[in-house]
Nanobody, 125 residues
C-alpha cells in the first residue's frame, strides 16, 4: 500500500518562506512522477509543481514560477517544495501526489494515482 505523508505546513507572514516535504512509503519512489497540488479556501484543487521520475524534468504553475522550487531525493523517497516570497493567495492546503504512468508531463489531478492527506499553509498579510 502506497502512502504519502506531507509535513512542513504552518503559518508564515507574506514574503516569508516554508518548505514542505512528502515521504512516500510502500512503493518504488523512483518509478513515480511526483507533484504538488493545492486547494485554496473555497476553490478547486490546482496544480503547483511536478518533477519527473529522475527529477530532470520539472514544471510549475505560472503563479508560482520563480518563487517555488520542487526537488526530489530518490534515495530518501522524498519530494519537497521550497516556497519563497509567499503571498496571501498562496494560502491553501497543499497535497503531495504520485503518478505511476511513465507519461510526462502530468499536471492534471486525474493523472495522479496516490495522494497525501494534505498540509495547511497559512500566509498572513
Amino acid at each position: 500500500q502506497v502512502q504519502l505523508v506531507e509535513s512542513g505546513g504552518g503559518l508564515v507572514q507574506a514574503g516569508g518562506s516554508l518548505r514542505l516535504s512528502c515521504v512516500v512509503s510502500g512503493g518504488t519512489f523512483g518509478s513515480y512522477h511526483m507533484a504538488w497540488f493545492r486547494q485554496p479556501p473555497g476553490k478547486e484543487r490546482e496544480f503547483v509543481a511536478a518533477a519527473s521520475r529522475s527529477g530532470v524534468s520539472i514544471m510549475y504553475a505560472d503563479s508560482v514560477q520563480g518563487r517555488f522550487t520542487i526537488f526530489r531525493d530518490n534515495a530518501k523517497s522524498t519530494v519537497s517544495l521550497q516556497m519563497n516570497s509567499l503571498k496571501p493567495e498562496d494560502m491553501a492546503v497543499y497535497y503531495c501526489a504520485a503518478a505511476q504512468s511513465s507519461i510526462w508531463p502530468r499536471r492534471r489531478m486525474v493523472e495522479y494515482d496516490y495522494w497525501g492527506q494534505g498540509t495547511q499553509v497559512t500566509v498572513s498579510s
